[in-house]
T-cell receptor, first 111, second 111 residues
Framework: QKEVEQNSGPLSVPEGAIASLNCTYS??????FFWYRQYSGKSPELIMF????GDKEDGRFTAQLNKASQYVSLLIRDSQPSDSATYLC???????????FGKGNQVVVIP | DAGVIQSPRHEVTEMGQEVTLRCKPI?????LFWYRQTMMRGLELLIY????????DSGMPEDRFSAKMPNASFSTLKIQPSEPRDSAVYFC?????????FGPGTRLTVT
């Protein structure tokens, strides 16, 4: 079982809709959870982090964490063409700064 | 803040040659990470340093790869000898606690 899994294929959403991305992780000791956005040909950019169960909102982005079910999700409200990118889920463990990354989900926002 | 600086941005070399990638982390960050990204394998952690000390190098593919961090503001990743399968984008990231911020990457092509 992979440490961090993002299984969904490319996600196409119309402009203005909500994009929903999911990520599961295998280590119950995981303590920190991150979402990175990566535009084609660019480096990953940190957009959200969450440490506690529940929701965390930042502008049009909401991160949701459920440690009991071992999943973290990212919602993008009012999707814009500029949101078209690959979104990487990353998970950290207590005691070290190492992050495990999923392979990413591509989002395409259709004008 | 200038962000994480990497050089060169592109490197094309022939098989068997030595390649050295360079990274200047964000001032004040105490952790530095080297990643490799390919389409097939996604983003892989090669090695990371805390306070200039290598902590986890389990991701280094083989003895051909080596990394150093002689001081808080500079790190190198060396590949010797290089092979075509080393072709990838190499990212350096720096951070504190769990948050990591990526440099622009070096695109390495080994022919």
């Amino acid at each position: 079982q992979k440490e961090v899994e993002q299984n969904s294929g490319p996600l196409s959403v119309p402009e203005g809709a909500i994009a929903s991305l999911n990520c599961t992780y295998s280590d119950r000791g995981s303590q920190s959870f991150f979402w990175y956005r990566q535009y084609s040909g660019k480096s990953p950019e940190l957009i959200m982090f969450i440490y506690s169960n529940g929701d965390k909102e930042d502008g049009r982005f909401t991160a949701q964490l459920n440690k009991a079910s071992q999943y973290v999700s990212l919602l993008i409200r009012d999707s814009q063409p500029s949101d078209s990118a690959t979104y990487l889920c990353a998970v950290g463990h207590y005691g070290n700064n190492r992050l495990a990354f999923g392979k990413g989900n591509q989002v395409v926002v259709i004008p | 803040d200038a962000g994480v600086i990497q050089s060169p941005r592109h490197e094309v070399t022939e098989m068997g040659q030595e390649v050295t990638l360079r990274c200047k982390p964000i001032s004040g960050h105490n952790s530095l990470f080297w990643y490799r990204q390919t389409m097939m394998r996604g983003l892989e952690l090669l090695i990371y340093f805390n306070n200039n000390v290598p902590i986890d190098d389990s991701g280094m593919p083989e003895d051909r790869f080596s990394a150093k961090m002689p001081n808080a503001s500079f790190s190198t990743l060396k590949i010797q000898p290089s092979e075509p399968r080393d072709s990838a984008v190499y990212f350096c990231a720096s951070g504190f606690s769990y948050e990591q911020y990526f440099g622009p990457g070096t695109r390495l092509t080994v022919t």
